[in-house]
Nanobody, 118 residues
């Protein structure tokens, strides 16, 4: 079955950096768009960044210039490098994929907590 395992979260001070990882299994990783979402307390889950099978990327305006999404198809892993972190980046971060082959199904990682605080 499809499994996404998120890791790399933690607590950092404002201005710090973290790198999240999401290891995928059970899918043909290289053909799928991979996404990172986040959900802060009391807020809706929001799309942070996406990377297509061809390597094209898309970012939420709030993280442009600070976050970088990348993928390693040989390792079936997607990354989110987060720099210049702000307190408003505090959230649980989730890896996400919607499978291409029918029946198209959406899967989520278990989430990893990122806390930015002084």
């Amino acid at each position: 079955q499809v499994q996404l395992v998120d890791s790399g979260g933690g607590s950092v001070q404002p201005g710090g950096s973290l790198r999240l990882s999401c290891a995928a299994s059970g899918i043909i990783f290289s053909i799928h768009t991979m996404n990172w979402y986040r959900q802060a307390p009391g807020k809706q889950r929001e799309l942070v960044a996406a990377i297509t099978s061809g390597g094209s990327t898309n970012y939420a305006d709030s993280v442009k210039g600070r976050f970088t999404i990348s993928r390693d198809n040989a390792k079936n892993t997607v990354y989110l490098q987060m720099n210049t972190l702000k307190s408003e980046d505090t959230a649980v971060y989730y890896c996400n994929v919607r499978t291409i082959l029918p029946p198209s199904t959406e899967y989520w990682g278990q989430g990893t907590q990122v806390t930015v605080s002084s």
